[in-house]
């Protein structure tokens, strides 16, 4: 074991809710160590709203695309396509966004170090301690005032930091990077993100082709284990001309993806999760990185409350905001989910229903400004009663 560095804050993970909590912890004046294991890319279609673009100063270099569109395909092979009045939403390689974002929380000024968390401790002093295994082989001790775990829906902070918190539901996803078409494919557009409500392609979620300037993200994800997503891309590819054969694959992931908040972020004294640590991944849309910018930001803020008063009741606070913000929009998707991809049956109808116009503007309002719209009581009842009349089945499909 090394001597111990003291920091005041150790964030444990560096993806977007990691660093973002680095980057504003150490804008904030903090002494902060940013401790990633490197060389892990999670699986996503790369979609962030314009808000996120606009509350954490994303610039445009760091997008790849920018989508005017969605098409949805219902079972049958339907193809519904929701344009964007007047927006976009920009698209990500999460290979190269994470690197942006751990940079520039080192350019901050925090301290940026590879390695893999293996213990959360306390010293016969009564100081956090964090134990992490360098690429190398080493294990090294450092020591902080707080610890922001931001690890992953399969954390180890949170394992050891909060043993009593239960577990949250998981969907697993797994997609490919393969190169984008160039002319010849008539089924592909570089400005439209593609989503397919098929049982065969994904019995309880979806699958997606999202967009990536030179690249595209082609993808599944369920809940049921044993499902074959691999095939079902694999099929996917095949039947949209982007098979191994047309277009290269450039690497793949898998990795579990939360589908809602945890009942508690923090321990009470000197730990709070962020990101998919915490659960913050939209259901039925699967979205997370706006939310993990977000759920980062917000435990960076409550460490600083707690830094400055040493109150650990000021951990909770990041928790609150975030249910006080979007809790609502989290309960919402999740009686989508569990309701409209039990079956086919209700996919088709799903689809359906987002021909829609009302439907379409509501929608894209909601997803850009991250926010349920109120401004129109009467399109929100005029879209109550199609749904109602969907769900008795009076509507054809």
């Known amino acids: 074991m090394t001597d111990l560095d003291t920091f005041d804050v150790i964030v444990v993970g560096g993806g977007p809710a990691g660093a973002t909590a680095a980057n504003d912890l150490a804008r904030m004046g903090h002494h902060v160590l940013l401790l990633d294991r490197g060389h892990r890319i999670k699986p996503c279609g790369g979609a962030i709203p314009p808000r996120a673009i606009k509350d954490f100063a994303i610039p445009g270099e760091c997008l790849v695309a920018r989508i005017t569109s969605a098409r949805m ?3 049958s092979g339907k193809e519904v396509d929701m344009p964007i009045d007047g927006g976009f939403v920009g698209m990500v390689d999460r290979a190269t966004f994470d690197e942006w974002l751990r940079n520039r929380a080192a350019a901050s000024g925090a301290e940026r170090r590879k390695g893999k968390f293996e213990k959360y401790s306390r010293d016969d002093k009564g100081r956090t301690v964090i134990t992490y295994k360098t690429p190398e082989g080493d294990r090294v001790n450092v020591t902080a005032k707080a610890v922001i775990g931001a690890d992953g829906a399969n954390s180890e902070v949170a394992k050891q930091a ?13 997609h490919e990077i393969v190169k984008a078409p160039v002319g010849g494919l008539t089924n592909y557009d570089p400005t439209r993100c593609d989503v397919y409500y098929q049982g065969k392609l994904s019995p309880d979620f979806y699958a997606w082709i999202f967009p990536h300037g030179d690249t595209v993200s082609i993808g599944t994800g369920t809940m049921i284990k044993g499902f074959d997503m691999r095939q079902a891309v694999a099929d996917l590819r095949k039947h949209v001309g982007l098979d191994e054969e047309h277009a290269e694959t450039l690497r793949w992931e898998g990795s579990p993806i939360p589908l809602k908040p945890l009942k508690r972020w923090d321990n009470g004294r000197d730990v709070v999760l962020a990101g998919d640590a915490s659960g913050v991944v939209a259901p039925a849309s699967g979205e997370g990185i706006y939310y993990a910018l977000l759920g980062g930001r917000l435990a960076a803020e409550a460490v600083a409350e707690f830094l400055k008063t040493a109150d650990a009741r000021a951990l909770a606070t990041a928790r609150k905001r975030f249910m ?74």
Request: charged share 30%; with cysteine; hydrophobic share 40%.
């Open 73 to 75: 395909v219902a079972p």
């Open 162 to 174: 909060l043993p009593d918190v239960k577990k949250v539901p998981l969907v697993y996803a797994y």
């Open 324 to 397: 006080k913000e979007h809790g609502r929009i989290f309960w919402v998707l999740e009686i989508m989910q569990h309701f409209w991809y039990r079956n086919d049956k209700r996919r088709e109808r799903f689809v359906n229903i987002c021909q829609d116009k009302d439907v379409q503007r509501l929608t894209w309002q909601s997803y850009m400004h991250k926010e349920l719209v109120r401004s129109n009581p009467v399109a929100h009842a005029r879209i109550f009663f199609k749904d109602l009349a969907h769900l008795l089945g009076l509507v054809r499909t």
